[in-house]
C-alpha cells in the first residue's frame, strides 16, 4: 500500500513534516496546542517553516528568554536590538483574549472579595501614597 501524497508534495518535489522532527523540544519546545511544520525537500534540507500565531510565540519567547538576562533594560525593549521581544508584544496585543484566562480573572477577583482583600488603590488612598 503505498501513501497518498499530498498536492504540495507531487508539485515541489517537497515534504511537509512536523516541526519536532527537525528541531528537538530541548532547544526549541512548542506547547502541544500549538502547531508548526517545516517543508523540506528529498534530502531533508528545510525549505520554509510554517507556524500558527501560538507556535511562532513559543519560538519567539525562547529566543526572548535568553536576552532577557543578558541585556540592559532599555536594549531588551528595543526593537531593533531584541526584535523578538518587539513582535512578541506586536502580536499579542492583536489576539483576542483567551476565554478560560478571563474566566480565572473573575474567579480571581471573586475569591479575593470573598476573602475580604482590600484593594491597592484602597490601601494608597487611604495611606495618601498618590495625590
Given at each position: ?114 476573602k475580604g482583600w482590600i484593594p491597592f ?11
Amino acid at each position: 500500500m503505498t501513501k497518498k501524497k499530498s498536492p504540495l508534495t507531487k508539485q515541489t518535489i517537497n515534504q511537509l513534516v512536523q516541526w519536532e522532527k527537525i528541531v528537538p523540544k530541548s532547544v526549541l519546545p512548542i506547547e502541544k496546542t500549538s502547531r508548526a511544520g517545516v517543508i523540506v525537500d528529498r534530502n531533508g534540507a528545510p525549505h520554509f517553516f510554517i507556524f500558527d500565531a501560538f507556535a511562532l510565540l513559543d519560538v519567539l519567547s525562547a529566543i526572548d528568554d535568553k536576552l532577557v538576562d543578558r541585556l540592559s533594560t532599555e536594549a531588551y525593549h528595543s526593537k531593533t536590538i531584541n526584535p523578538a521581544g518587539w513582535l512578541i508584544d506586536h502580536i499579542e496585543e492583536r489576539l483576542p483574549l483567551n476565554p478560560v484566562y478571563i474566566q480565572s480573572l473573575r474567579d480571581a477577583i471573586t475569591d479575593a472579595q470573598k476573602k475580604g482583600w482590600i484593594p491597592f488603590n484602597v490601601i494608597e488612598q487611604e495611606l495618601k501614597l498618590r495625590s
